[in-house]
């Protein structure tokens, strides 16, 4: 019997990159997951990868509150009840502050804040006692990086939506906690629109700046995650970074 045989999460951006990762890692050990996604190739590839586990995966923009609202229908049918939700959809795209658009300040914080309040907003009351909320923020929400100024902003909010949600929730039994990447190892390094060129130049640039001198793992952000969902049982409020002393101001001696 797995160590979460008994347990039930939700997964939103679970279909690709670190959410698929924590959804796997869930799943390994016995646990049942709703995931969700909006891009159809990965809900596709999703669904083909996790056949015949115990895995519900559901189209869901969260950008779309009608979309969260039907969520929350999917959720209550299928697990009734359920243990952890890692609210981990997101959107970054490095845009120059004097080149953003409406449209991009618009989808960056429908995406990234508005879906991520009101996603917990609706799957709140079905959260057991003793469960757990966790936010994907990022670096970005305490550093300055050209390109991501707008993403970083909304990525500030969530910070603020994790302490305000912990203090909402603690009646109910449910910690509240962030977890904050720094360059992870992904398909996409974090920017989806990027060429395989473009990619490789931004990892070269991170490491390059990076304490550590290289990109996290997927495995040590999953590690890091179901932590915070069922081992830091007196924690809430916190963010927790996973960046190798990116945002710390650590300098690598030497």
């Given amino acids: 019997m797995g160590r979460y045989a008994d347990k039930k999460a939700v997964v939103t951006g ?75 959809v997101g959107i970054a795209e ?17 995406i990234n804040t508005k879906g991520a309040f009101f996603t917990v907003q609706r799957l709140a009351p079905f959260i057991n006692q003793g469960g757990a909320v966790l936010f994907t923020t ?19 909010a969530v910070r603020s939506f994790a302490k305000g949600f912990a203090a909402e929730l603690l009646p109910q039994g449910v910690r509240v906690n962030a977890l904050s990447p720094g360059p992870i190892k992904t398909p996409s390094m974090g920017y989806p629109g990027l060429t395989e060129e473009e990619k490789a130049t931004h990892e070269k640039e991170m490491d390059a700046i990076s304490p550590m001198k290289r990109h996290g793992s997927m495995d040590e952000i999953v590690s890091a995650a179901l932590f915070l969902a069922f081992d ?13 002393g990116l945002a710390q101001g650590i300098i690598a001696g030497g």
């Fill in 14 to 88: 679970g279909t690709h990159g670190m959410g698929l990762a924590v959804v796997e890692a869930l799943l390994k050990e016995g646990a049942e997951v709703v995931l969700t996604g909006r891009n159809e190739k990965n809900i596709d590839e999703a669904r083909k990868r996790l056949d015949g586990k115990a895995a519900h995966v559901v189209r869901s923009d969260a950008a779309s509150l009608s979309d969260v609202d039907a969520l929350g229908g999917v959720v209550e049918e299928k697990l009734g009840r359920f243990d952890f939700l890692f609210v981990n």
């Fill in 138 to 156: 990022s670096i970005a929400d305490v550093m300055g990086y050209p390109g991501i100024t707008v993403y970083g902003g909304a990525k500030a």
């Fill in 232 to 244: 830091a049982t007196y924690t809430t409020g916190i963010e927790l970074n996973v960046d190798g």
């Fill in 94 to 110: 490095l845009v120059p502050f004097d080149k953003v658009t409406e449209d991009h300040y618009d989808r960056t914080f429908d």
